[in-house]
């Protein structure tokens, strides 16, 4: 007797049911969506094993396999979603940004219960921040039980290196609450504390939804006695238990795209290919790799929630079946649109081909005999030209999208599914398309993905290869993955690995490199299964009632209301007030400015908004506004962090770093420094004469000072470009001083030497380090910069490799000749031409380009990225392939964790074939091609869509005293000189001069 697998996918308008046997259809069933989800699932089912039966097919149904949207739906549409409590494993350290702080306010209000930061967590090294306290713990389990929470995340700094903690509090959680429900974030999330702590509470606040929409799913089955196991289809196109999707719903987000790809590589034998699945609104595509879909970027956004769980990465387009068809009649023939806006589920009732009033896309297919659909006759009288127009405008759409999707210049195999493929014939050659494929029952693609029994398992660590070799490293890693996969039901000797990365992590000690492998395997055909009611664990079967309690008449996807608003300049002061607006456009640019490097601000604006929204004030002045008045005479401390880009995002500050580090200068002074004298002690400390200078290596809180301390009046940037823009804005929300309006860099560079004041001969001593647990060290005096960045690189890896410094302070005149001036309104100019182009859907690219008179380079995809650590750095070369304009075209960039050469490795024109086009000081920026949005060389990656643009650097860094420092020889270019890519334009400050 024939083993039958069914699979059903859920789309938007309709929900398809199939049956498999082996890699046989055997038939199929295709129904409309219902708004319970679970009625059309039956029906579909219903439909499916009565034609099985009319048809005298028979066999055992050995599973179901359902592939769904109604959970990611929930969580859009802010429907049926349970409170969560919250709890933190951090000691010291993110306490700036609690949970939640990115989360939309309706959301947050929605399934915000509590949130507690407790002891515990880890650093990048797996060695404990703090050990968990266990009476702490109980003291937060009485609180949550208090407020009646049965729903709790527990989520621990680094915890993906170590779960441990989060296994501990798990532990006392359910000895001391009984039926309390769980998520741990190193079982959902990968690397990077908030997203994998968002995606988390996402997960558990849908568990008592999934528990009920399973058992529904069980039920149904049992009435339609299928006594056979039920799985649920995955994002990254494996399938999990009814059991394990009751633990881990959110890993069922986007299992849509997913099964149409699948289904695609399943009905077409093609394991590498693009795939277009074209529904009734929509076409999405994406990349098939190895027979699943290449996975997105490291951050997605679900329902305006940050996440970093495993997505496919897809393109989607506004074309589809029911898409609308508008036209004008020109001398020439006709100019035809085709898209956004669609009749969607309204085909039949609406469509000229169905007798209604409306041209569609569906219409055109009818009417050129590419779909036998409706009633040819309606569109038999739609002139030739027209249809000649519509149909190359759907080609050029289509090829468009190919483009957008290809991960080289070579033409690639594209796999055509969805009922909407009916718009597109095969036999005609697609720009891109080495072949175009649409293969038997390509309308029930995605059922047959559904259908589809395998299962994978994931493994994301940090290993210190100094300590390992790397391929014993990799094959330690590929075994914890191909064990998870065993572990989620994967026949053992059929587990393979399918993806394998490895990313060198930035001023990390031990050649610290993040490792991410995934692993497939077929399921086992012999795993028991129950049904019904017993199908629930305990843990899912709470607060079934509380479901859906809470409505909300207003849904929006944003954290912090932005609203586009004016500088806020006091006419008397000159001091610029910062909206939330205005620190969003400082966040986008300070990222463009940062080169690659500087670490993504993200987590810095998050901070700021935060600081805005509790009713804080953050002011800019100009430069040449000190000493204007008495609260303006004094001097500028210059803030930033220093570490690993990686570690700060997820071991996040604590927010009492820098402070901390304006504090011990103030103590030092306070405690008797004296420039120039070195020797014996200060503040009781003795003074160790070390390596290039004298330093305190551990500076203790000051009781008792006498001495008078500095006057700092405002504050100043080290670095503009990445997150150290955003610090000074933090601390100027936090002590009431201002920001001036300039940093020390004018964009990122990797090391403290090569801050600008330094360059033109301002020592940066007496400078101070701090971290989260307020551990402080002080360099007295250094020989060289250089100096002082070794000293303090040594000890921000003993601080965990994340801490703050305070370079010694500036005077007026040493700010208005020694800095960049107005560096932070050409971040805002930047990040406003960005964002008001993406709103205005004006190419975000371009606008950057002419605000700055900067140069394209070019827009393609990235095809190879070759990494190497050398000296802490993350080094290496990227290379870029033309697209659309630029095809036949590829540039090469040298990144030491920024951009610092751009070279041309292939282009039309022989003779500029191996030119360098750009160099470091000027600021190589690479950005998303769509967005606009800076990328930075931690996240470059195999396949992404990127603009590599160049922007001019201030004539400060262009002169033969800076170069020195900063051009290209001083990264090892011995025959590269720097060529300025054009003039500097100084745009006018936004906070007013006088």
Same mark, same amino acid.
């Given at each position: 007797?024939?083993?039958?697998?069914?699979?059903?996918?859920?789309?938007?308008?309709?929900?398809?049911?199939?049956?498999?046997?082996?890699?046989?259809?055997?038939?199929?069933?295709?129904?409309?969506?219902?708004?319970?989800?679970?009625?059309?699932?039956?029906?579909?089912?219903?439909?499916?094993?009565?034609?099985?039966?009319?048809?005298?097919?028979?066999?055992?149904?050995?599973?179901?396999?359902?592939?769904?949207?109604?959970?990611? !739906?929930?969580?859009?549409?802010?429907?049926?979603?349970?409170?969560?409590?919250?709890?933190?494993?951090?000691?010291?350290?993110?306490?700036?940004?609690?949970?939640?702080?990115?989360?939309?306010?309706?959301?947050?209000?929605?399934?915000?219960?509590?949130?507690?930061?407790? !002891?515990?967590?880890?650093?990048?090294?797996?060695?404990?921040?703090?050990?968990?306290?266990?009476?702490?713990?109980?003291?937060?389990?009485?609180?949550?039980?208090?407020?009646?929470?049965?729903?709790?995340?527990? *989520?621990?700094?680094?915890?993906?290196?170590?779960?441990?903690?989060?296994?501990?509090?798990?532990?006392?959680?359910?000895?001391?609450?009984?039926?309390?429900?769980?998520?741990?974030?190193?079982?959902?999330?990968?690397?990077?504390?908030?997203?994998?702590?968002?995606?988390?509470?996402?997960?558990?606040?849908?568990?008592?939804?999934?528990?009920?929409?399973?058992?529904?799913? %069980?039920?149904?089955?049992?009435?339609?006695?299928?006594?056979?196991?039920?799985?649920?289809?995955?994002?990254?196109?494996?399938?999990?238990?009814?059991?394990?999707?009751?633990?881990?719903?959110?890993?069922?987000?986007?299992?849509?795209?997913?099964?149409?790809?699948?289904?695609?590589?399943?009905?077409?034998?093609?394991?590498?290919?693009?795939?277009?699945?074209?529904?009734?609104?929509?076409?999405?595509?994406?990349?098939?790799?190895?027979?699943?879909?290449?996975?997105?970027?490291?951050?997605?956004?679900?329902?305006?929630?940050?996440?970093?769980?495993?997505?496919?990465?897809?393109? &989607?387009?506004?074309?589809?079946?029911?898409?609308?068809?508008?036209?004008?009649?020109?001398?020439?023939?006709?100019?035809?649109?085709?898209?956004?806006?669609?009749?969607?589920?309204?085909?039949?009732?609406?469509?000229?081909?169905?007798?209604?009033?409306?041209?569609?896309?569906?219409?055109?297919?009818?009417? %050129?005999?590419?779909?036998?659909?409706?009633?040819?006759?309606?569109?038999?009288?739609?002139?030739?030209?027209?249809?000649?127009?519509?149909?190359?405008?759907?080609?050029?759409?289509?090829?468009?999208?190919?483009?957008?999707?290809?991960?080289?210049?070579?033409?690639?195999?594209?796999?055509?599914?969805?009922?909407?493929?009916?718009?597109?014939?095969?036999?005609?050659?697609?720009?891109?398309?080495?072949?175009?494929?649409?293969?038997?029952?390509?309308?029930?693609?995605?059922?047959?993905?559904?259908?589809?029994?395998?299962?994978?398992?994931?493994?994301?660590?940090?290993?210190?290869?100094?300590?390992? &070799?790397?391929?014993?490293?990799?094959?330690?890693?590929?075994?914890?993955?191909?064990?998870?996969?065993?572990?989620?039901?994967?026949?053992?000797?059929?587990?393979?690995?399918?993806?394998?990365?490895?990313?060198?992590?930035? #001023?990390?000690?031990?050649?610290?490199?993040?490792?991410?492998?995934?692993?497939?395997?077929?399921?086992?055909?012999?795993?028991?299964?129950?049904?019904?009611? /017993?199908?629930?664990?305990?843990?899912?079967?709470?607060?079934?009632?509380?479901?859906?309690?809470?409505?909300?008449?207003?849904?929006?996807?944003?954290?912090?209301?932005?609203?586009?608003?004016?500088?806020?300049?006091?006419?008397?002061?000159?001091?610029?007030?910062?909206?939330?607006?205005?620190?969003?456009?400082?966040?986008?640019?300070?990222?463009?400015?940062?080169?690659?490097?500087?670490?993504?601000?993200?987590?810095?604006?998050?901070?700021?908004?935060?600081?805005?929204?509790?009713?804080?004030?953050?002011?800019?002045?100009?430069?040449?506004?000190?000493?204007?008045?008495?609260?303006?005479?004094?001097?500028?401390?210059?803030?930033?962090?220093?570490?690993?880009?990686?570690?700060?995002?997820?071991?996040?500050?604590?927010?009492?770093?820098?402070?901390?580090?304006?504090?011990?200068?103030?103590?030092?002074?306070?405690?008797?420094?004296?420039?120039?004298?070195?020797?014996?002690?200060?503040?009781?400390?003795?003074?160790?004469?070390?390596?290039?200078?004298?330093?305190?290596?551990?500076?203790?809180?000051?009781?008792?000072?006498?001495?008078?301390?500095?006057?700092?009046?405002?504050?100043?940037?080290?670095?503009?470009?990445?997150?150290?823009?955003?610090?000074?804005?933090?601390?100027?929300?936090?002590?009431?001083?201002?920001?001036?309006?300039?940093?020390?860099?004018?964009?990122?560079?990797?090391?403290?030497?090569?801050?600008?004041?330094?360059?033109?001969?301002?020592?940066? #001593?007496? *400078?101070?380090?701090?971290?989260?647990?307020?551990?402080?060290?002080?360099?007295?005096?250094?020989?060289?910069?250089?100096?002082?960045?070794? #000293?303090?690189?040594?000890?921000?890896?003993?601080?965990?490799? &994340?801490?703050?410094?305070?370079?010694?302070?500036?005077?007026?005149?040493?700010?208005?000749?020694?800095?960049?001036?107005?560096?932070?309104?050409?971040?805002?100019?930047?990040?406003?031409?960005?964002?008001?182009?993406?709103?205005?859907?004006?190419?975000?690219?371009?606008?950057?380009?002419?605000?700055?008179?900067?140069?394209?380079?070019?827009?393609?995809?990235?095809?190879?990225?070759?990494?190497?650590?050398?000296?802490?750095?993350?080094?290496?070369?990227?290379?870029?392939?033309?697209?659309?304009?630029?095809?036949?075209?590829?540039? &090469?960039?040298?990144?030491?964790?920024?951009?610092?050469?751009?070279?041309?490795?292939?282009?039309?024109?022989?003779?500029?074939?191996?030119?360098?086009?750009?160099?470091?000081?000027?600021?190589?920026?690479?950005?998303?091609?769509? *967005?606009?949005?800076?990328?930075?060389?931690?996240?470059?990656?195999?396949?992404?869509?990127?603009?590599?643009?160049?922007?001019?650097?201030?004539?400060?860094?262009?002169?033969?005293?800076?170069?020195?420092?900063?051009?290209?020889? /001083?990264?090892?270019?011995?025959?590269?000189?720097?060529?300025?890519?054009?003039?500097?334009?100084?745009?006018?400050?936004?906070? %007013?001069?006088?």
């Amino acid at each position: 007797m024939a083993s039958y697998v069914i699979g059903v996918d859920v789309g938007g308008t309709n929900t398809d049911a199939i049956c498999l046997d082996g890699n046989t259809i055997v038939d199929y069933a295709k129904v409309p969506t219902t708004e319970d989800v679970t009625s059309g699932v039956k029906k579909a089912l219903k439909d499916l094993l009565g034609k099985l039966n009319h048809e005298g097919k028979t066999g055992t149904i050995c599973r179901v396999n359902i592939g769904t949207t109604h959970f990611v !739906n929930a969580v859009i549409q802010r429907r049926h979603l349970t409170p969560v409590a919250v709890v933190r494993l951090c000691g010291t350290a993110t306490k700036s940004l609690k949970p939640f702080v990115d989360f939309p306010e309706d959301l947050k209000q929605a399934i915000c219960a509590s949130v507690h930061l407790i !002891n515990g967590g880890y650093q990048f090294d797996g060695q404990a921040i703090t050990e968990v306290d266990k009476e702490e713990v109980l003291r937060c389990i009485e609180d949550i039980k208090k407020k009646q929470i049965r729903n709790v995340v527990i *989520s621990g700094v680094f915890s993906p290196v170590n779960g441990e903690q989060e296994e501990l509090v798990a532990s006392v959680f359910r000895e001391n609450y009984e039926g309390i429900s769980l998520t741990m974030s190193h079982q959902v999330g990968q690397m990077g504390l908030l997203e994998r702590e968002n995606a988390s509470i996402l997960n558990e606040c849908l568990k008592p939804l999934c528990a009920r929409t399973i058992t529904a799913f %069980t039920n149904a089955l049992q009435e339609l006695n299928l006594q056979c196991p039920l799985y649920l289809t995955q994002n990254d196109g494996t399938v999990v238990s009814a059991n394990q999707t009751l633990r881990f719903p959110v890993h069922t987000f986007s299992s849509g795209p997913t099964n149409s790809m699948r289904g695609a590589a399943h009905l077409s034998g093609v394991k590498d290919a693009i795939v277009i699945d074209i529904g009734g609104t929509s076409s999405d595509a994406g990349c098939l790799m190895a027979g699943f879909p290449k996975e997105a970027s490291a951050r997605v956004k679900v329902g305006g929630v940050t996440t970093n769980f495993r997505m496919p990465d897809v393109v &989607s387009i506004g074309l589809g079946g029911g898409s609308k068809v508008k036209y004008t009649e020109t001398k020439e023939g006709f100019a035809v649109t085709v898209g956004p806006e669609s009749v969607a589920y309204q085909l039949q009732t609406q469509a000229k081909c169905f007798g209604g009033e409306i041209l569609t896309s569906s219409c055109i297919a009818v009417a %050129t005999n590419l779909a036998a659909i409706g009633n040819q006759d309606c569109v038999k009288d739609l002139p030739d030209k027209l249809l000649t127009a519509a149909k190359t405008e759907i080609q050029r759409m289509l090829e468009d999208l190919i483009d957008l999707v290809k991960l080289s210049e070579e033409d690639v195999t594209v796999i055509l599914v969805g009922g909407g493929s009916i718009l597109v014939d095969e036999k005609n050659k697609l720009k891109g398309a080495s072949q175009v494929i649409k293969p038997p029952h390509f309308q029930v693609a995605n059922a047959v993905g559904a259908a589809l029994s395998q299962v994978g398992g994931m493994q994301d660590t940090v290993v210190a290869l100094a300590n390992i &070799s790397r391929d014993e490293a990799l094959a330690d890693v590929k075994e914890q993955a191909k064990q998870n996969a065993i572990d989620h039901g994967a026949e053992p000797d059929t587990v393979e690995i399918t993806e394998v990365s490895e990313v060198a992590l930035a #001023y990390l000690p031990g050649n610290a490199t993040r490792i991410k492998v995934k692993a497939v395997g077929n399921l086992k055909t012999d795993l028991k299964e129950t049904q019904g009611a /017993a199908v629930t664990p305990e843990e899912s079967q709470v607060a079934f009632e509380q479901i859906g309690s809470k409505e909300l008449k207003e849904v929006s996807h944003q954290p912090f209301m932005l609203h586009e608003t004016e500088p806020d300049v006091d006419p008397n002061t000159g001091e610029w007030s910062l909206s939330m607006w205005d620190v969003e456009c400082i966040s986008v640019g300070a990222g463009l400015l940062g080169c690659g490097g500087g670490g993504n601000p993200y987590y810095g604006k998050l901070m700021a908004l935060q600081q805005l929204k509790d009713g804080k004030k953050i002011k800019v002045i100009a430069p040449e506004r000190l000493n204007s008045t008495p609260e303006l005479t004094g001097l500028v401390a210059t803030i930033g962090f220093m570490g690993a880009p990686g570690v700060l995002f997820e071991k996040i500050p604590s927010g009492r770093e820098t402070t901390c580090a304006m504090e011990c200068m103030q103590e030092l002074f306070a405690a008797g420094y004296k420039k120039g004298s070195y020797e014996g002690k200060i503040g009781g400390v003795d003074i160790t004469k070390g390596d290039g200078g004298y330093f305190i290596d551990d500076f203790p809180v000051q009781s008792e000072t006498t001495k008078e301390t500095p006057k700092i009046v405002a504050l100043m940037s080290a670095e503009i470009g990445g997150l150290n823009a955003m610090e000074p804005l933090v601390v100027a929300a936090r002590s009431g001083k201002p920001v001036v309006d300039c940093d020390g860099m004018g964009r990122a560079f990797p090391e403290l030497q090569m801050f600008v004041p330094s360059i033109y001969g301002d020592p940066l #001593y007496p *400078s101070t380090l701090a971290d989260d647990k307020e551990s402080r060290c002080v360099a007295l005096q250094t020989d060289t910069p250089k100096d002082l960045e070794n #000293y303090f690189r040594i000890n921000t890896v003993k601080m965990g490799c &994340s801490a703050a410094f305070h370079f010694g302070p500036l005077d007026r005149e040493q700010v208005l000749h020694h800095t960049i001036l107005y560096s932070i309104s050409r971040a805002w100019h930047l990040g406003r031409a960005v964002m008001k182009g993406q709103r205005s859907k004006i190419d975000p690219v371009e606008a950057i380009v002419k605000h700055e008179a900067g140069k394209l380079l070019l827009k393609g995809k990235i095809a190879d990225v070759a990494r190497q650590r050398t000296g802490g750095f993350d080094k290496g070369i990227l290379k870029v392939d033309g697209m659309g304009a630029f095809a036949g075209q590829q540039l &090469s960039v040298d990144f030491q964790n920024e951009n610092l050469i751009a070279k041309v490795t292939k282009h039309t024109d022989a003779k500029l074939q191996g030119q360098v086009v750009a160099t470091v000081p000027d600021l190589i920026v690479i950005t998303d091609v769509d *967005s606009g949005e800076p990328i930075t060389t931690e996240e470059v990656r195999f396949g992404l869509r990127v603009a590599v643009l160049v922007l001019a650097c201030s004539p400060l860094l262009k002169t033969d005293t800076a170069l020195k420092v900063i051009g290209p020889k /001083a990264f090892g270019y011995e025959d590269i000189e720097f060529k300025p890519i054009g003039e500097y334009k100084l745009h006018e400050p936004i906070p %007013t001069k006088k």
